[in-house]
């Protein structure tokens, strides 16, 4: 059984059809791209599963139940961890607390337990700070743990919010253009953390544009145009398909444009 | 051992002798006042502060805690200081049932909802409903407080018990933001679509930000009722909304010793300057207007948390 | 029935006034996503301005009771409209590209800055406008005798609500400052001057204001320095309920809770009538949070 599905799921705004009957499925350990020209609904399709949008019909599953109707973080909770296309991090916080806000889901202690320092409550505190630094030296922040996260480079700025996601445990990883202004270095060092990330059993699902990273990335990628999935399979299937390639023409023609 | 716990040693020595050292009843009581805002300051410096929620209404549950206790105390003669904990929780109750479908309004939206409701409080107040709050001429009568049969009437005594109340809300609200529960709302704060994506439930964190705050207001709505043993809705109108909401904002949002700093200056200051009484607001509000071009943190900014084992910051990163 | 209708043009009456203030509320926070709560006490100083240029020159007297006041509600909305620019340039511009929760606060300062200053300056006491400036006569209208003043007083909300309606609409001006609304930087790229867009909007709104301002003094007599801040919130409450950012919303809004409040205050209670003004705020967010003409924004992610 596959780790996420979704079936003909529909989302307009207005009258606008932004996401028309995409079905599509992600297998557990597979790391999987979600590409399409600009405006063809990928973050859409993200906002979906992550609950920040709901679906108008259709059905998206998780590990077999639904997400349908949860709010993000109840679906952060359930295994789902994303990070987002515009740099979304608590800029006046410092690293560790904005990996720490990844693990508060995963910590139970109360107001009563906080207000009186339970040992349980100290114990978790410990806890989190483990996972926190972890996660940070997994991603190669830690020597920065202690920086307001707004002092980070861009390229360093998404791996933390990477980091952030990782710290809530997830089974899924949903990494929304991760390699966005990033230099060719870093987009490298990018192409390792997936893979890293992968063999730690997490799978992810990516939407990127540098299509030399998806290529090599990816196992399997889905395109979708106009709101409609018109392709899917393995890279160099979807890289010979001659919808994704039209797609893609029309798609380069506007980037140049840019 | 370091500087900090010294001076906050020295400070909480010089203000327990205060009363022993100078008998003056008048600037006890001016103390008196600093404390009971520093407390209304701390409960809405939780809201406003922390979790970045434009209350402008917090004289409300500050009103609803102190009628529910001079209604209480005056009718069934329930010692007052027993009210604390329900004048608390039925402000808390009121402001679950009023943030429940507005908490998710953006900023300038709940600000002035939060300005209609406290209107309508006081308008209530001076409408005398249910017959409970008599009018625009208030309470009177209320019972002084009892702890261990003394009977607490003169400033000193007010000084130690609304200080002594003082130092309880420090320490709650200092544990409780060195918690998962302050570091949600600081995240809710800096970014709240983020923070929902990362995992913090949001909408529960907000109301029970704002129902502590109210809660803590109440409370300090108690200790106000048994020090004037008369209430009347002029001292819950807007511009004490207003006074509280100056104090957490000049005073540092988010930080405890900016707060009751703030607390002292707008509180404890104007006394200095009597002559200059009707021109107090003035300051206030051109103070607050250069305060947000030029130190928008307020005065005393929050300090970061620490955590043990975190490496020490070393300059700028590229 | 005769009573309905009474209440009924005594609330367009004064919903035409909640109207004009809610104009420069809905302006500012279009162009520039702000609650100007000061923006209530500059139309307090145009009451007080009026009262004044009353005593310094008597305009009535002079220029006939139409043309004086006419003359009169010029020169104040002049005045107040350099203040309102004053105050942009004093209080919001230094705050254009800090947190949002900072050009709140600054604002809340000024409003009770101003407030301050007019109290020091006039005095807390109510202050009188001279009687019978315009006359009053009754005119009968539906069968039912209205004063000419209520009727006066929603005439020329009206006409400047037009004015304002057309000017926004068919002039480059207009045009600049509704593309601002729409999104400032985009229109930066275009060429539009928003720094000049945000200074007309605050010579409009103040303008509109303190005409209100005026018009207040006028009608009901008497002055006093916190006039605004009611005005200025049940204003704002109009400019929300319409749906905040749109012209057209304002005006509706306005004429919709004046007339709400009075028949409130009529068949209710007079004592409540500021707590309905405000429960009606509270629903209408509850029911419909971008107002009756507001559209939906996405939130982008």
């Known amino acids: ?258 | 051992m370091n500087k900090n716990a010294f001076i906050i040693s020295v400070l909480l020595a010089f203000f327990a002798c205060f009363p022993v050292l100078f008998s003056n009843p008048y600037w006890i009581g001016v103390l008196n006042d600093i404390w009971l805002y520093a407390i209304l300051g701390l409960s809405l410096n939780w809201i406003v502060g922390h979790t970045g929620l434009f209350n402008l209404g917090h004289a409300a549950y500050y009103a609803v805690g102190a009628y529910t206790a001079a209604i209480l105390s005056t009718r069934y003669n329930i010692p007052i200081l027993w009210l604390l904990p329900v004048a608390g929780a039925a402000a808390g109750l009121f402001a679950l049932a009023v943030a429940r479908p507005i908490i998710h309004l953006r900023g300038d939206y709940l600000a002035i909802v939060t300005i209609g409701v406290g209107e309508i409080v006081r308008i209530a107040l001076e409408n005398d409903i249910f017959g409970l709050t008599g009018g625009s001429n208030g309470i009177f009568g209320i019972p002084r407080p009892e702890i261990f049969d003394m009977r607490i009437r003169r400033p000193w005594q007010f000084y130690y018990l609304i200080g002594g109340f003082l130092l309880i809300t420090i320490w709650f609200f200092y544990r409780l933001e060195q918690s998962r529960f302050g570091r949600a709302l600081n995240y809710i704060k800096e970014d709240e679509t983020a923070a929902e994506g990362s995992g913090i439930n949001t909408a529960w964190y907000k109301l029970a930000a704002f129902v502590i705050g109210a809660v803590w207001a109440g409370m300090a709505g108690t200790l106000f009722a048994a020090k004037m043993t008369i209430i009347s809705p002029g001292s819950f109108n807007f511009w004490e909304s207003v006074l509280i909401f100056a104090i957490v904002i000049l005073g540092g949002a988010g930080s405890i010793p900016g707060v009751i700093l703030g607390a002292f200056l707008l509180v404890g200051l104007p006394e200095f300057f009597r002559n200059f009484a009707d021109a107090r607001m003035l300051f206030f509000g051109a103070a607050m207007v250069l305060m947000m071009i030029f130190r928008n943190k307020g005065l005393l900014p929050p300090l970061a948390r620490k955590y043990a084992g975190v490496p020490r910051v070393k300059g700028g990163d590229a | ?301």
């Open chain 1, 1 to 258: 059984m596959s780790l996420l599905s979704l079936e003909k799921v529909v989302k307009t705004f207005g009258g606008l059809t932004a996401v028309n009957r995409v079905s599509f499925s992600v297998d557990a350990g597979d790391v999987v791209g979600l590409i399409g020209p600009n405006g063809a609904g990928k973050t859409t399709v993200f906002n979906l599963i992550t609950g920040n949008y709901t679906p108008d019909s259709g059905e998206i599953l998780f590990e077999g139940r639904s997400v349908k109707g949860k709010k993000p973080h109840k679906i952060v909770d359930m295994g789902i961890a994303r990070t987002f296309q515009s740099i979304r991090l608590f800029q006046n916080m410092s690293v560790v607390e904005n990996v720490l806000a990844g693990c508060h889901c995963r910590m139970k202690s109360g107001i009563f337990a906080s207000m009186i320092r339970t040992p349980g409550q100290r114990r978790e505190e410990k806890k989190a700070l483990e996972t926190a630094k972890e996660v940070l030296e997994f991603v190669d922040l830690w020597e920065s743990a202690g920086l307001s996260a707004s002092s980070l480079s861009y390229g360093k700025q998404r791996l933390l919010e990477i980091a952030r996601a990782l710290a809530s445990r997830p089974r899924l990883i949903i990494l929304d253009e991760p390699a966005g202004g990033m230099n060719d270095q870093e987009t490298a060092e990018l192409l390792h953390l997936i893979r890293e990330i992968s063999r730690k059993g997490i799978t992810v699902l990516l939407i990127e544009h540098d299509m030399g990273l998806v290529m090599r990335a990816c196992e399997k990628l889905v395109v979708i145009e106009y709101g409609t999935k018109i392709a899917e399979g393995r890279p160099e299937e979807v890289k010979n398909n001659p919808r994704v390639i039209e797609a893609y023409l029309g798609s380069d023609e506007e980037e140049d444009a840019c």
């Open chain 3, 1 to 301: 029935m005769d009573f309905f209708l009474q209440q009924l043009f005594n609330g367009l009456a004064v919903g035409g006034i909640y109207a004009l203030v809610a104009l420069g509320y809905t302006m500012v926070y279009g162009v520039m996503k702000l609650m100007n709560f000061a923006h209530g006490e500059l139309f307090t100083m145009g009451a007080f301005l009026g009262l004044t240029l009353l005593g310094v020159f008597s305009f009535t007297e002079v220029l006939g009771p139409f043309g004086g006041i006419f003359v009169l509600i010029l020169m104040v909305m002049g005045m107040v409209a350099i203040m309102g620019v004053l105050l942009e340039r004093v209080a919001y511009r230094p705050l254009r590209n800090s947190p949002r929760l900072s050009a709140i606060v600054s604002a809340l300062g000024a409003s009770i800055f101003l407030q301050n200053a007019i109290m020091l300056m006039y005095g807390a006491r109510f202050q009188v406008y001279p009687h019978g400036l315009l006359p009053n006569t009754p005119v009968s209208l539906f069968g039912v005798d209205i004063p000419l003043l209520r009727i006066l007083l929603f005439l020329v909300s009206v006409f400047m609500m037009a004015g304002l309606y057309f000017f926004v609409q068919r002039t480059r001006i207009g045009t600049a400052i509704r593309a601002a609304a729409i999104d400032q930087d985009a229109a930066r790229l275009m060429g539009i001057n928003v720094d000049r867009v945000i200074q007309i909007v605050f010579i409009i709104g103040p303008a509109l204001g303190a005409a209100a301002g005026v018009m207040v003094g006028i009608y009901y007599g008497q002055i006093n320095f916190t006039m605004g801040w009611i005005f200025g919130l049940k204003a704002f409450t109009a400019a929300i309920i319409g749906g905040i950012g749109n012209i057209p919303g304002a005006m509706l809004g306005g004429l919709l809770l004046g007339v709400l409040e009075t028949m409130g205050a009529a068949y209710i209670s007079t004592a409540w009538k500021d707590a309905i003004a405000f429960g009606v705020l509270i629903l209408i967010l509850l029911v419909r949070p971008r107002g009756i003409l507001g559209e939906r924004v996405a939130d982008k992610l």
